[in-house]
Each structure stands twice: as C-alpha cells, then as structure tokens.
C-alpha cells in the first residue's frame, strides 16, 4: 500500500526556516516525480515544487531562491527546506506522488500546517 | 505560465442532478488535465486524468471530456457523497497549475 506522511510542520516566524519531511512508503521515491502542493486555509491549491525521478528540479515563483526540494534514497524520503518564510508561506504542504511527467498526482500525504505569525 | 480557470466557482446541486464544470486553459494543454475532488480536511484525489480517463477505483457516474483548451468534468447523477469542491490541474507543462476549484454544495 501507498503511504506518505509528512511531518515537521509548526509555527514560525516571519524570516525564520522550516523543513518538511515526507516519509514514503510502497514504492520508490526516486522512481517517481515527487511534488510539493500547498494550500492556504481555505484557499486553493497552489503547486510548490518538483523533484523529476532524474533529479531535476523546479520551483514556483511564489518560492524560488527560498526553497529547496530535495529526496534521501536511503530514507526514502522527500523534503522541503523552507527558507526566508513569509506570513504568505502560511499553509497545508502536501508531498504528492505522479508517476511520470504528465501523470496525475495520484497518492497525496495528509498535509503539514506550516503557520508563518510574529 | 499556463492559467487555469475553472466556472463556476460554486454551484448548488441536488442529490440526483447531473452538474457540469468547465476548465479552460490559457494555451493549448492537448489532453493533459486531471480532475480531483477534496473533502474537507483531507487532501485532494484524482478523479479523472488525461482529460477522459476514469481514476481507478472512481464511480462511473463522473466523467470528462475536452482537449486543447477546454475542458469538462461531468457528474451524471448526484450522490451525497460527491458534495466537495473539484480542482482541475493542467500537467502539459511546468509548473503545472490548478485551477481555482469549484464547491459543489447540496440545494
């Protein structure tokens, strides 16, 4: 079975850091195209960033030069350092997993609350 | 980028109604749109992909059609089940965007 459990959500500072963990288990991490999805609390969904079963990687606008995506083979794991953070940062973060380029995101985490006050 | 825009943004349905949502891309997306449905507090599941094609596991009642630049999710008959709100997400190009959702709430 397809599992993905984030963690490492909290509250934080504006200007402050933060890194998610997304622990994955029934399948390969790095096989897949793993991404970062958030949502502001009653907002919709806004697509984070990628990393590509090759490495490669990609950000939002919204997160570029803050954030960086990165993936431990050996844990199986994905994360998000999350650098810089700003009161607009304030969301659920969901890992998603999609199985190739133009695939859906077919298995989702159940999110982390990453809260950005003073 | 390419934009999605989704309408409407809310619609009011009964158990039995059959709803439409509509998606429209920016630019051609040839037939890379995904359709999901998230309750609350949950995180959202993939419906429809590559624009027609049922997610495994999904009740024949939901469909989708389009290519290029619009797009359809169809619901054929309401079940209490399906009030949620649909996102639509165009996976042609990086970033992949998502529309702004639709809330489909019971009449």
């Known amino acids: 079975e397809v599992q993905l459990v984030e963690s490492g959500g909290g509250l934080i500072q504006p200007g402050g850091s933060l890194r998610l963990s997304c622990a994955a288990s029934g399948f390969i991490v790095s096989t897949n195209f793993m991404s970062w999805v958030r949502q502001a609390p009653g907002k919709g969904l806004e697509w984070v960033s990628v990393i590509y079963s090759g490495g490669s990687t990609y950000y939002a606008d919204s997160v570029k030069g803050r954030f960086t995506i990165s993936r431990d083979n050996s844990k199986n794991s994905l994360y998000l350092q999350m650098n810089s953070l700003r009161l607009e940062d304030t969301a659920f973060y969901f890992c998603?997993?999609?199985?190739?380029?133009?695939?859906?995101?077919?298995?989702w985490g159940q999110g982390a609350l990453v809260t950005v006050s003073s | 980028d390419i934009q999605m825009t989704q309408s409407p943004s809310s619609l009011s349905a009964s158990v039995g109604d059959r709803v439409t949502i509509t998606c429209r891309a920016s630019?051609?997306?040839?037939?890379?749109l995904n359709w999901y449905q998230q309750k609350p507090g949950k995180a959202p599941k993939v419906m429809i992909y590559?624009?027609?094609s049922l997610q495994s596991g999904v009740p024949s009642r939901f469909s989708g059609s389009g290519s290029g630049t619009d797009f359809t999710l169809t619901i054929s008959s309401l079940k209490p089940e399906d009030f949620a709100t649909y996102f639509c997400e165009q996976s042609d190009s990086t970033p992949h965007t998502f529309g702004q959702g639709t809330k489909l709430e019971i009449k």
């Open positions: 998603a997993r999609a199985y190739s380029y133009h695939s859906p995101l077919e298995d």
């Open positions: 590559a624009a027609s």
């Open positions: 630019q051609s997306i040839a037939s890379y």
